[in-house]
């Protein structure tokens, strides 16, 4: 069964913590991307990744961090730079090319405590 | 830079009204557009997507959208909501000549009361 997972469905953050929020997918796609989702705002672009081992930033990188070390995996952290961490956040993937459809993970809500 | 804008941030019908969501992009090469659709507790999925030929895309559950170059929109119609449309709707954008990446706009709110 192919898809998008993303863990955890929650995740709760403490002040001064990282956390690392996971994203893995089985369709063999090259490029993965990581958007936030705040009421209101779509979705944002952190970060992607079109290819194995190079990442590029997106909109609102400040406060975020990703590897990819493994075409299925594209794990990001969410450090203690990031002031305003919760929100929403979404995992995807596509193909190559302009006219791919991302495919979308149920995303990971994070909550501050 | 691209940018899409959603004019309708909450829309709020009664079962089998008409709809028609806007989308308007900003850029002035080629361009592949797609239509997001967010059921509530689902993950995000394609309802339609243009990248050539025929601008009148039809996608799944009876939408359709119209690519109108000369006006850079792309909207979502529906000639007859039904309950289970009540989502949240989100146009993208990508450019042949860019990064592939898609730019989203705002997102629609639709409520579809029975």
């Known amino acids: 069964d192919g898809g998008i997972t993303q863990s955890p469905k929650y995740l709760f953050r403490k002040e001064g913590q990282n956390v690392t929020l996971s994203c893995e997918q089985n369709l063999n796609h090259d490029a993965m991307y990581w958007y936030r989702q705040d009421p209101g705002q779509g979705l944002r672009l952190i970060y992607y990744s079109q290819i194995v081992n190079d990442f590029q930033k997106g909109d609102i990188a400040e406060g975020y961090s990703v590897s990819r070390e493994k075409k299925e995996s594209f794990p990001l952290t969410v450090t203690s730079a990031q002031k305003n961490p919760t929100a929403f956040y979404l995992c995807?993937?596509?193909?190559?090319?302009?006219?791919?459809?991302?495919?979308f993970g149920p995303g990971t809500r994070l909550l501050v405590l | 830079a691209q940018s899409v804008s959603q004019h309708n941030h909450h829309v709020i019908l009664s079962e089998a009204a008409s709809l028609e969501l806007g989308c308007n992009y900003s850029y002035g090469g080629t361009v592949n557009l797609f239509w997001y659709v967010q059921y509530p507790g689902q993950h995000l999925q394609l309802l339609l997507k243009y990248f050539s030929g025929d601008p009148l895309v039809k996608g799944i559950k009876g939408f359709e959208a119209e690519f109108i170059k000369s006006k850079f929109s792309f909207n979502l119609r529906k000639p007859s909501v039904q309950w289970s449309d009540t989502a949240e709707y989100f146009c993208a954008v990508t450019s042949s000549g860019g990064s592939y990446i898609p730019t989203f706009g705002r997102g629609t709110s639709l409520i579809v009361h029975p």
């Open positions: 995807a993937s596509a193909g190559q090319g302009s006219w791919k459809t991302q495919y």
